[in-house]
């Protein structure tokens, strides 16, 4: 079964920081310090090069959402955050995984592969690297099945994320929080 | 004007006005201290440098303005995270400012080098490691302002070697040039849900305004007296709060909590509205938290949002600076009706010009009605309890020494009234707290988050520093005294003339309450000797005057020789009882409804 479950207790968070060393630390630090659990975690520049985007995927179980906003919030390199409910994101992840592949079931494996829209992006004498990038419940159907084959090695990115579009009018929905006042960034102290 | 980053460092402290710091040096912040010379500021030079945190932390409580300390890498830096951690739990503008070794040393474990931004990034507002010598004069206007705004708190500076060396061109930033995007405390309360407030204090018929250190933070002493006054609300000042509202006035309940007075306690525990202005809810005030103030409504207003909600539920909560807000919750008062005064309550038809025109819109009776009338009956209740349950001691069971209560009632008779106290931590800082009569704002310095042994005998001394028109008291235990007494030659050669009242019971005495009460009288490492080491010499050594004080009748007039110095800084050893305790308590994870009062006021009831 995948860890990743049911998506009830599992909040993203995408939050946009300044640019600058020691910010991830800052961040991690906080979840640590104060008891929540990141269940996955990941940075990247932003469009802006002053800022990166942070996203966390958090356990709303270890802690309420709320707190953690306001605790992230505190932190003063933290910009903005935006919090997207499972049901007003869409959210991607990547996949890499080196498998066995005797020849007798390397056909299975590329067959499968092709099945969910992955590529093989390596190729040895009796393993295949795979790649497959996709909404997470996907990468867990995908992981199950891949299993019986033999995993040599297995990474996922963590997720990110981005608010649905409101078909009308091509913004953000209101749902997803990016300028909800629950979450709009009230800094203090 | 080319100018080093030292001296650059040096001339952003001065263009942020400070006046003193305080600091030791050392090899990594040597180019630091050296235009310290040449500078207006006065250094005071430390024994150790948590004393120099403490002080900086002392002189902040009193001043209101940022502590600001100086201290060199490594064990330099390592040696002010107590002060630090304090400073955070206890919300204390500091500025920190650390050497470090240089940027190409940095990471390679070299003499003296610790992570110091890694290592503090839990117990600061914010820190800064500066590796550019320009970006120096930015960072320390964005310390101070990040240090003082918001909800204040330490901040740290680490500067390494090579940066303070190098050279830069001077500038100083403009307010726009800070470069802090993510940083923009709400200071205005959300003006609906001070309407929604003002309702609720309206209709409630047993309020509590439940005052913490915000209200001092916030300079709001006076606006939480006018709303005291105005609605006839009783209000109780926790622990860091106290001063913020005379304990001499009808109003106060005085401190809540764990050793809190039972009135204070119980008027929360009873209360349907809990009006929490600057206070969070912390462990030692609620007691266990499911059963501490069922039945109450709750307005909680404090500048942190993250304190709403995060240990009780407040039904309104209001982000905001608590001086604005009161002011704002007075106005909403005024708009709903709330007569002007005491005085125009009686005369609702023919209100004074001053009376609010919201007042005079209202049905005249209505607004009469309200609230003293309603508060009446809670005002008897509590005024049974103060008078059922006060604070008591035995003064004429001398047997096991000076009561410390009767030292202390004795020494809040001897000094003036706006006498600056510190304590320690432990027996002696409840007592303080329970004790004193404080009819002042910031006369009170002491540790209450963090719970620092060792706190009082330095910030006595920075806030002697900031005030040195006030007599400073520290109120310590001996086992606090013997973590930070070396201050006491910084005093000495500083001309620092604190006075220092050790309740000395030869006990690390709270450990020892607590082994008494909860581990069947098994003293597991608490005795300390009265007379090892002899605080007489000791404090002479130093270059105090230092007097034993063993009976009663020595009390007073150690006391008044104390009162007389102005030279040089006094110890005062009073041999106090170790057998007494701090009451009333409520015993760790206990609810506040099972408080214990002194047994010699139990007879019936509680």
Known sequence: MSPYGTDRRHHTLTVLVENKAGVLARVAGLFSRRGYNIFSLAVAPSDDERFSRITIVVDVESAPLDQIVKQLDKLIPVVSITELAPAAARVRELLLATLEAAPDTRGQIIQLVGVFEGKIIDVGPDRLTVMLAGAPTKLDDFEDLIRGYGIVELQRTGRVALPMLDRSDQRPRAGAGVTGPAHRPEKAG | MELTGAQALIKSLEMQRVEVMFGLPGGAILPVYDPIIDSSIRHILVRHEQGAGHMAEGYAHVTGRPGVAMVTSGPGATNIVTPLADAYMDSIPLVVVTGQVATTAIGSDAFQESDITGITMGITKHNWLVTDPSDIPRVVAEAFHVATTGRPGPVLIDVPKDVAQARMDWYWPEPDDLDLPGYHPVTVGDPELVRRAASLILEAERPVIYAGGGVLKARAAEGLRELAERTGIPVVTTLMARGCFPDSHPLC????????????????????????????????????????????????????????????????????????????????????????????????????????????????????????????????????????????????????????????????????????????VGQHQMFASQWWRFDHPYTWVNSGGLGTMGFAVPAAIGAKVGRPDRTVWAVDGDGCFQMTAQELVTASSERVPVKIAILNNAYLGMVRQWQEMFYEERYSEVYLSPDLPDYVGWAEAMGCVGIRVESPEEVGPAIDKANAVDDRPVVIDFRTDASEKVFPMVAAGMSNDDIVVDPSLVGEGR
């Open chain 2, 253 to 424: 309940l005085g401190m809540p909590g764990m050793h809190g007075n039972y009135t204070a306690v119980t008027a929360m525990q009873k209360a349907d509205l809990l009006i929490a202005l600057g206070s969070r809810f912390d462990d030692r005030v609620t007691g266990k938290i499911d059963a501490f103030a069922p039945g109450a409504k709750v307005v909680h207003v404090d500048i942190d949002p993250a304190e709403h909600h995060k240990v009780r539920h407040a039904d309104v909560a209001i982000v905001g600076d608590a001086r604005i807000v009161v002011d704002q919750l007075l106005a909403a008062l005024d708009a709903a009706g709330l007569p002007a005064s005491a005085q125009t309550r009686s005369a609702p038809g023919g209100s004074p010009a001053d009376a609010s025109e919201g007042g005079a819109s209202l049905p005249g009776s209505e607004a009469a009605a309200f609230p003293r009338s309603r508060l009446v009956p809670w005002r008897a209740t509590l005024s049974r309890w103060q008078e059922r349950y006060p604070l008591v001691y035995d003064p004429a069971d001398t047997a096991g020494g000076l009561k410390p209560q009767m030292v202390l009632e004795t020494l809040r008779d001897a000094t003036p009234d706006d006498t600056i106290v510190a304590s320690g």
